[in-house]
């Protein structure tokens, strides 16, 4: 019994309608590192905000170490020994090290915060896991993956023996994963328990000891590590095969309908290609490569100096709205900050590209509107009670589907897609791949951004690779691997 | 009590939920003010309250489309009495010379505030200076503006035509009240189902979402602010045609009222959200809170007081009606 230091029976949560967890037990063993593991939208959130007091479960309970516990807010958590390291980080960037760790506990003389103590507390708490960092420094002047350490360190200063780590490695290079991973060793070996919620095959199969997946708001296995590869974890996560994630492509490219010519700004220097109709041509490389501000320049959002051919003609997109009305539209990397509305409805958020072609002296032709969403909605199965549901509600797919059929609205001849599955779950990924592998069959031109390379392989036609604003190479996909991609981006 | 929560639930998704609160808030009110006074609900005492609430339920139409759009404009206030006191000038004694009869004082004093609307328009859609501070400054400067023309004493002797405006009535309803239903409705149309009110509703939930979408994000901006001047000017008319003289310190305390109108009525200051229907009651709870406690006989101060309290309950409702149907 007391080999799980934690046990959650019987929970249950619903919002309105919608089923987010239907009777889970999930349990932890002292010391254990458990991989919590699901698509977007499958319940690992809901749990872990359930476990760390930021939400009441309708049914279930939780007991610790044998002991039925409440957890009615986030403080009840932190007091019971267990904390979560978030995936973007709560800290404040203009204040120090110590004081973000130690925030609203302050030791203090008399009125006065006692900074000597804070330091040294800080620095005995980082000696526990092999880390150093400038207690009085300011926390913005760390790096992303400092900044996730850091934030170790403050769940450690709570005396935590249970940690959540939501997504950690999602932002890390490969060094600083390594990192992590050894920070999180040194807290197995402390007793701490740990639950790491990923969907990184890496990181379960490097560190994991066992693996706990949800689908729909329910259990579908609970499995010890070293009895797994990676087809049986996406089995359980969507109960398809990993090789039934990419499509077949089947699309025949044809004339060429864009070029650039030696296009350059700021970030890209002299970037001269061709991209033919029905054709996926990818841009690979290294992040700050530049393969988005070549994106951006063909749309119109940087300036640039150059040529670039549409259907034989010299074209000079000045602004995005000159870009929609000639025919490009563009589905941006960061959906939340530049693509959609999040407290608008899916209806308005596909409608607002082409609002003035579906006006009749400026009034909104709303059963047009209504018809566009309806059927977009319908072939690329986005999920939602209906089109005026608001963005804000819905899975990172589900939104990224509203942002696709929001470029295509317009009835653009080129696409241009900048990260198309990123934050994007399992399921939803192949559904985009299908929508992409149809487009390119219908005749559109898609230029597409990614730095998955087994996913720029699988998708493109051609890949032209950058680094540091310049092409390397433009290669056939098939021709491509991994390692061959990898080589061009760092040259 | 399924079936409850499924019509709740259905309720639930249209855009007047957010205006429930308000909407009891409103009905409980009336009946206790009835109970006190039976004359409050009577025909003549709305129309009353109608009358009361015609030139800040303008301004919060005026005010609404900088707010929506994600912005602000704190120069309405002034702009009201620019517009009042300009359009008196030209048809009595005149502006600089300028003398025009009633109908074209009207169009000069509107196309004035609209200059300064454009003013305060190019620097907000062109400059990184915060809104906030812009119009702050502008009111400050066309207050002092509104001094100067008129020479620091009331604009008098209107011709009757101005008072007609301010006074007549048709089937016992006042002109102006008409004119200020009028306004509202136009508005409404014009937010809610025309392409130019979903671009500024969607130019204030997300600015850089709108450009990369195509939409003329300066443009608009732009042009919600001389809007906002045009139908402040026309709250300033109206207020001078009622009262009977134009005041250069008139409307002194209106855009506060404007705001907390638009601010009860679901318009968040971040933008993107609000409805019409929602500013109009809030300038009815606003107009009806000062009628009934007169009618109460409690004093003016206790009405701020109320109304105050009244604005930050209120905006406190829609928030958390907004984040209980997030979860």
């Known amino acids: 019994m007391f080999d799980y230091v934690l046990e959650m029976k019987s929970i249950s949560k619903r919002y309105g309608g919608i089923v987010a967890l239907d009777n889970v037990d999930f349990s932890l063993k002292k010391g254990e590192v458990l991989c919590l593991v699901g698509e977007n939208g499958a319940g690992k959130s809901t749990l872990m905000k359930i476990l760390t007091g930021v939400v009441k479960p309708d049914s279930g309970e939780i007991t610790l170490k044998g002991k039925l516990v409440r957890i009615d807010k986030p403080i009840d958590a932190y007091r019971l020994g267990i904390s979560i390291v978030h995936q973007e980080l709560i800290q404040i960037p203009d204040m120090t090290v110590a004081e973000n760790i130690f925030l609203g506990r302050y030791d203090t003389i008399g009125p006065f915060i006692s900074f000597k103590s804070l330091r040294q507390k800080t620095e005995r708490l980082m000696e526990k896991i092999g880390i150093y960092f400038d207690p009085s420094k300011k926390m913005k002047t760390f790096s992303v993956a400092q900044r996730q350490l850091i934030e170790i360190v403050k769940a450690l200063s709570y005396d935590s023996s249970i940690i959540v780590f939501d997504e950690p490695t999602a932002t890390l290079t490969i060094d600083e994963t390594r990192q992590f991973y050894e920070v999180v060793e040194k807290l197995q070996k402390d007793g701490i328990s740990i639950i790491f919620i990923s969907h990184r095959m890496d990181d379960i199969f490097n560190i994991g000891n066992r693996v706990h997946v949800l689908r729909d708001g329910k259990t579908t296995g609970v499995k010890d590590v070293e009895n797994l590869n990676a087809d049986d974890i996406i089995k359980m996560m969507i109960g398809r095969n990993l090789s039934q994630q990419y499509v077949t492509k089947t699309n025949k490219p044809k004339d060429v309908i864009l070029e650039l010519e030696d296009v350059t700004n700021e970030k890209i220097k002299s970037i001269s290609f061709q991209v033919k109709e029905g054709e996926v041509f990818g841009l690979g490389g290294l992040i700050g490569s530049g393969r988005t501000e070549v994106l951006k320049a063909i749309y119109g959002i940087d300036s640039y100096e150059g040529k670039i051919f549409f259907k034989g003609q010299l074209v000079k997109n000045r602004t995005p709205k000159e870009s929609i009305l000639s025919g490009f539209s563009f589905v941006p990397e960061d959906r939340k900050d530049e693509a959609l509305i999040l407290n608008e409805s899916i209806l308005r958020n596909i409608s607002i590209n082409i609002i003035d072609k579906i006006s009749k002296c400026g009034f909104v032709n709303e059963r047009l509107e209504n018809s566009i969403a309806e059927n977009f909605m319908k072939d690329l199965n986005i999920k939602a009670p209906n089109q005026n549901a608001k963005v804000y509600s819905l899975s990172g797919g589900n939104q990224q589907k509203v942002v696709i059929s929001k470029s295509l609205a317009s009835e653009p001849t080129v696409i241009l897609l900048d990260e198309p599955t990123r934050g994007v779950d399992v399921g939803a990924k192949a559904e985009i791949y299908q929508i992409i592998n149809e487009l390119a069959n219908k005749g559109y031109a898609i230029l597409m951004v990614s730095s998955e390379l087994p996913e720029l392989i699988s998708v493109s036609d051609r890949i032209a690779v950058m680094h540091e604003g310049k092409i390397t190479g433009i290669v056939e996909a098939i021709s491509s691997t991994e390692k061959s991609l990898m080589e061009l981006a760092i040259k | ?327």
Do not use: H
Not at chain 2, 10 to 29: A, D, F
Not at chain 2, 132 to 158: A, E, H, K, Q, W
């Open chain 2, 1 to 327: 009590m399924a079936g409850l929560r499924k019509i709740i639930g259905k309720m639930r998704n249209t855009k007047y939920w957010e205006l429930s609160g308000l909407i009891v808030l409103i009905i409980t009110y009336s009946f206790i003010i009835q109970l006190n006074n039976k004359t409050f609900l009577s025909f003549a005492n709305i129309i009353n309250i109608l009358s009361q609430i015609v030139v800040f339920g303008i301004l919060s139409c005026a005010l609404a489309f900088p707010m929506i759009n994600g912005t602000f404009d704190l120069s309405i206030s002034s702009l009201c009495a620019l517009g009042g006191t300009t359009s008196a000038l030209i048809c009595t004694k005149g502006l600089y010379g300028i003398k025009l009869p009633f109908a074209g004082a009207i169009i000069v004093s509107i196309l004035i505030c609209a200059m300064f609307g454009a003013i305060n328009g190019t620097i907000i859609s062109r400059t990184k200076i915060p809104p906030f501070i812009v119009t702050l400054g502008m009111d400050i400067t066309i207050r002092g503006v509104v001094y100067i023309v008129s020479n620091n004493s009331p604009v008098g002797y209107l011709p009757p035509e101005y008072l007609a405006l301010g006074s007549s009535t048709i089937y016992k309803i006042p002109i102006s009240v008409l004119i200020m239903a009028l306004i509202f409705l136009i508005v409404s149309l014009v937010l809610g189902r025309t392409s130019y009110g979903r671009k500024i509703y969607a130019n204030g939930g997300n600015y850089e979402a709108s450009y990369i979408s195509g939409v003329n994000v300066k443009g608009i901006r732009f042009s919600t602010y001389v809007i906002s001047a045009v139908l402040a000017a026309i709250a300033g008319i109206l207020m001078t045609a009622r009262v009977g003289s134009a005041t250069p310190n008139a409307a002194d305390s209106y855009a506060t009222t404007a705001i907390s109108s638009c601010a009860m009525g679901g318009v968040s200051l971040s933008g993107g959200t609000g409805t019409v229907l929602g500013i109009f009651l809030g300038s009815a709870m606003m107009g009806m809170i000062t009628n009934g406690m007169n009618l109460m006989r409690i004093g003016s101060n206790w009405q701020m007081i109320m109304k105050g309290a009244l604005m930050i309950g209120a905006v406190f409702y829609s928030m958390w009606i907004t984040n209980t149907s997030k979860r």
